[in-house]
């Protein structure tokens, strides 16, 4: 097993970048060059960074009180998660599978923030119960839908608006497994394509919050199961485990202080998943100790380097590292990769005793060691667990 934690290098931070930001990526043990992306909707805000794991368990009843106390949100207020809610009720009564309550409730965050909006130049949605005013065109309501999607009142109702939105989205063909900006946008075909992503992280802490953990739940022959996210199959939060192995060495531990993620026993070959939608930081051959690029051959404990590894950026600044990989990724830097995508497979390239997958979790977009976090708990929290890892 590798007994270092990846490569060195110096840090990304998503909150201080724009949006459409171009930075150059270096690598400071390496002697290689640099590598290009763009930051875009996959960055979010700072203020939106909160990563601690959900405490909620998967329930399997996913039973949704609209008029008891509601979670608290520091973003977010009573109103806006009773309408959250809804929404979720509303999805639950037309049968539509967690991830599409994910996916609305991310889609209402962006156009509304969950509030009723009326509409300043729509006269008669100001004499109707509303919780703010906006000024978008004739759009109303948490969903923001103009005129097309029905009348005032009915677009001011939240669970017409909501079982408008369902109805649009789960005639999309494979809804379920597009990005959810993607599957967003072609229900709402919004002037800003790309704003629902950086949504998705609290949308599905919301959902979980209001219905029993739903968000951890993946769609396995015909029946939603909690905490079962892997091979392809996607949970409801957007993740899935990048492959079925179990965990061998783990995140920090006393004798690997150093050890920055954790190890994934499997057989050479065996297919890497990216483990949520995002974009490709980095995809190489990470230099030895020595600055040799000698990745198309097995390593061996103390050689250093990641051999072939893939880094991505996902919504909310976190980062994802795959290392060790048995030849170079099938990805490439500035790729999209869609979650359950095949990117490589396992190895053991680079700092390695056999073929396992070094798997690292890091938050606000930095992929230096000070920021990586233990991926069991995390991707546990995904309804993503690596096997073997309690």
């Known amino acids: 097993m590798t007994d270092q934690s990846g490569p060195r290098r110096r840090p990304i931070r998503v909150g201080a970048l724009a ?107 100001q004499n109707i119960p509303h919780e703010g005013i906006g000024a978008d065109h004739d759009s109303v309501g ?11 009142a009915q677009r001011m109702n939240p669970e017409y608006a909501s079982r408008k939105f369902y109805e649009k989205l789960v005639d999309l063909p494979g809804w379920q497994k597009l990005p959810l900006t993607v599957a967003a946008q072609r229900v709402q075909i919004s002037a800003f394509p790309d704003a629902y992503a950086k949504h998705e992280e609290l949308a599905a802490r919301i959902v979980d919050a209001l219905a029993g953990g739903a968000a951890r739940t993946a769609l396995i022959g015909g029946k939603e199961v909690c905490d079962a996210a892997a091979s392809g199959e996607i949970a409801a939060s957007g993740w899935t485990a990048p492959i079925p192995g179990g965990v061998g060495s783990g995140f920090r531990t006393a004798s690997r202080p150093a050890h920055n993620g954790v190890d994934i026993a499997a057989p050479k070959g065996t297919l890497i998943r990216v483990a949520a939608t995002g974009r490709v930081l980095v995809s190489r051959c990470d230099p030895d100790r ?44 500035g790729d999209t990769v869609e979650a359950g995508e095949v990117i490589g497979e396992v ?32 991707m546990r929290s995904k309804g993503a667990p690596l096997k073997g890892a309690g």
């Not at 919504?315 to 099938?330: E, K, L, N």
């Not at 798997?359 to 995390?378: N, Q």
Request: net charge neutral; hydrophobic share 40%.
């Open 142 to 152: 948490l969903f923001q839908q103009r005129a097309s999607w029905g009348t005032v």
């Open 347 to 378: 190895g053991s390239s680079g700092n390695s005793s056999g073929p396992h997958l070094h798997f690292e979790v890091h938050t606000d977009g930095d992929r230096s060691s000070r920021s990586a976090i233990d991926p069991v708990p995390f």
């Open 19 to 125: 949006a459409a930001l171009t930075a150059a990526l270096a690598f400071l043990c390496c002697t290689g060059g640099t590598g290009a992306f763009f930051l875009t909707e996959l960055g979010g805000n700072a203020a939106e960074q909160q990563l601690t794991p959900a405490s909620v368990e998967c329930t399997d009843d996913f039973e949704v009180d609209i008029t008891g106390t509601m979670p608290r949100f520091a973003r977010y207020g009573e109103r806006q998660l009773r309408n959250a809610a809804r929404i979720i009720v509303v999805g639950q009564e037309m049968k539509v599978p967690p991830r599409g309550w994910v996916i609305a409730v991310a889609t209402a965050m962006q156009e509304s923030r969950l509030l009723n909006l009326a509409n300043r130049t729509v006269a008669e949605s």
């Open 290 to 333: 020595r600055g040799r690029h000698s990745c198309d051959v097995d390593g061996w404990p103390g050689k250093g380097g990641c051999g072939w590894f893939v880094d991505v950026l996902h919504a909310q600044g976190i980062v994802t590292r795959y290392c060790h990989m048995v030849s170079r990724p099938r990805v490439a830097v």
